[in-house]
């Protein structure tokens, strides 16, 4: 599924459009931002033109409450568990409020908490095919795959790695994620001798980072040393714009103001190292 990406420009997402790329973004630990880090991703996909499908993999489906989609038609990703025919998948599938009828689209698998009946400790290895099944109905589809994961090693979690090329880290400096980005890292590890060997770590997003906080500048250390290169840059740090882009339903890249072109900056970037380096 790995796309032909060129290099960036350090500022700016510079793409060639190959094979849709599926990426996971997650974190074993949560209350981390990982839904905005999706958010933030998925607008700068947006903001180059990519073809993006955001999947609500979540039960506590806040990606779907963000994109503030229009009509599920009843359809869901538990629906596309429980039933992987192109015609379920499609009916799940729908289009964002961010896009409107001229612009490039942004659709969404629906999230649902009824997903989390999926959510077992041992799923078995047609479970966890599931979604990759799935996807091979529409992935042409998309040159981008966003799947929003929950915060657990359990069933959706490797169901959403099984189906990734990669997976992105969200960690913010503290010493509870410093913990569960190592035992993210065993876990891919894991996945890889298990189920996909193609699987790749896109890299270490550091979050909600407050430069005036002697203990995330410690745990900003203590991540370096133990994590090196899987920690992706820019950080981001902690602020109120992104919340509020993130709660008005609204893109990062066209929210106002020099703060929100900032990220807008720092999420390019971001995308860029995630699509391009397969060395992880």
């Given at each position: ?27 074993l ?17 947006f ?8 999947i ?7 990606v ?5 989609s ?5 359809y ?9 025919s ?73 169901t ?35 189920m ?49 882009a ?10 106002p ?13 971001l ?10």
């Amino acid at each position: 599924m790995i796309g032909a990406i060129e290099a960036p420009n350090p500022d700016y997402l510079t793409t060639k459009v190959g094979l849709v790329q599926v990426i996971s973004v997650s974190s074993l630990k949560g209350g981390v931002g990982k839904t905005t880090v999706t958010l933030g991703l998925a607008s700068a996909a947006f903001a180059k033109g990519l073809r993006t499908l955001v999947i609500d993999m979540d039960p506590q489906s806040d990606v779907s409450a963000a994109l503030a989609s229009r009509s599920s038609h009843g359809y869901s990703v538990e629906s596309v568990l429980t039933n992987t025919s192109g015609s379920i998948v499609r009916q799940a599938v729908v289009p964002s409020s961010w896009t409107g009828q001229n612009d490039i689209p942004v659709h969404i698998m629906m999230g649902s908490p009824t997903v989390s009946a999926h959510d077992t400790p041992t799923p078995t290895k047609h479970d966890l095919w599931k979604l990759e099944e799935a996807l091979a109905s529409i992935e042409a589809q998309y040159d981008l795959v966003l799947i929003d994961c929950p915060p657990s090693f359990n069933a959706l979690t490797q169901t959403a790695w099984t189906a990734a090329d990669g997976v992105v880290i969200v960690a913010e400096p503290g010493l509870f994620s410093v913990t569960a980005v190592h035992r993210t890292l065993l876990a891919l590890q894991a996945m890889r001798l298990k189920m996909s060997p193609r699987l790749r770590t896109a890299g270490v997003i550091i979050n909600r980072l407050r430069r005036d906080n002697p203990e995330h500048e410690f745990r900003l250390q203590e991540m370096g040393d133990l994590f090196g290169d899987h920690i992706l840059d820019p950080m981001l740090e902690e602020t109120i714009t992104l919340q509020r882009a993130t709660g008005a339903a609204t893109p990062i890249h066209r929210w106002p103001g020099d703060v929100a072109q900032n990220i807008s900056r720092q999420f390019d970037r971001l995308l860029v190292q995630i699509l391009t380096d397969g060395r992880r």
